[in-house]
């Protein structure tokens, strides 16, 4: 049997074949330290250890550690020497110092990459793709930020601001000036400001399919006209989604014939049919012109009307006897400063 184990341990063929049984470890040679050396010493690794470090330090490191990892080639490591993965692919051609196999033409198909592919370590959930859209987007808008500050000069704009807020000054006068000669033209027919295009109606049991209509915004002067028209559209879509919370609230009744229209309307059986402008949903050619001027030439019409027709200063709040307007600086705002 032991010159069989012999024979078999000196086999040719067996050479490279380690031998467990008889392996033997070298101990390392212990390192002598003093007291004083192994005191200190387990003062820095007590105080490395109660050291926490930030989250940036932590990345740092890892990224730090990863360059090392991917800059080290594995052929410089000893240990791969005795690699037989790095055998096998020797065998196939492969020469290191590269990815690939080099042509004397230099093809760039075929030639090798010089580095590894970078890790480019992802964070987020998003997609694929996602960061570089978020880039490009980004790219852009900063771009055409820096195109508009840079066309933008500050005087120009503080005269743009100034324009703007003087342009809201004149239309809230101009809202006044037109609420000021609705006002007054209903006072010269004699009717209340209740009585027109806006105010409410309640038509004749008769009517009730075919309820009359009020006056036709044309017939209004088209110099307060936009303002009655706005307040026509607020009320009819006020009064449509009253009407429409209503149908939605209402319990399922009947009718009885005997019920008076009272008792009907404080059931709520009977709706108030509200009657608007019959032409509110037409183009108004007049209207539009009237809107293409600036704020300014508006009120400066409404202004000159109010003197002309009603001898009513705007600027001065108040009417004079006779069409001199004794008293009254002026038809403009810089009379009365």
Known sequence: MASTRDNGANAPG???????????FEEPALKT????????RLKRESQARGVIKSKAQRAEEEAAAREKALSTSLLDDPRAKKSKGLAMMAKMGFSGGGLGKKTEEGDAAAAGRAEPIKVSVKEDRGGIGLDSEKKRRLQEAVE????????????????????EREEAKLEGQFRAAQRVAERLDEEDVGGAASDGPSSPTEPAPESKSKPT??????????????????????????????????????????????????????????Q??????????EEDE????????????????????????????????????????????????????
């Not at 067996?14 to 033997?24: C, F, G, I, L, S």
């Open 33 to 40: 330290e003093s007291s004083i050396q192994r005191t200190q």
């Open 144 to 163: 055409a930020r820096d195109i508009k500050v840079a066309k933008v000069e500050p005087e120009e704009y503080r005269e743009r601001v100034r324009k």
């Open 272 to 281: 108030t049919v509200y009657v608007t402008a019959e032409d509110l949903d």
């Open 14 to 24: 067996d050479e490279d074949e380690d031998d467990y049984m008889n392996m033997t």
């Open 286 to 337: 007049e209207l539009d012109e009237f809107n293409a001027f600036s704020a300014g030439e508006r009120l400066h019409k409404v202004v000159e009307y109010l003197r002309r027709e009603h001898r009513y200063c705007f600027w001065c709040k108040m009417a004079y006897p006779d069409e001199a307007m004794n008293g009254c600086p002026g038809p403009t705002e810089e009379d009365h400063d």
């Open 213 to 270: 209509s009020s006056k036709p915004l044309k017939s209004i002067s088209v110099l307060y006209r936009g303002l009655v028209r706005q307040r026509e559209e607020r009320e009819r879509d006020r009064r449509m989604r009253h009407d429409l919370e209503q149908s939605l609230s209402r319990l399922p009744t009947y009718d009885d014939d005997d019920e008076d229209d009272d008792y009907k309307k404080a059931l709520g059986k009977k």
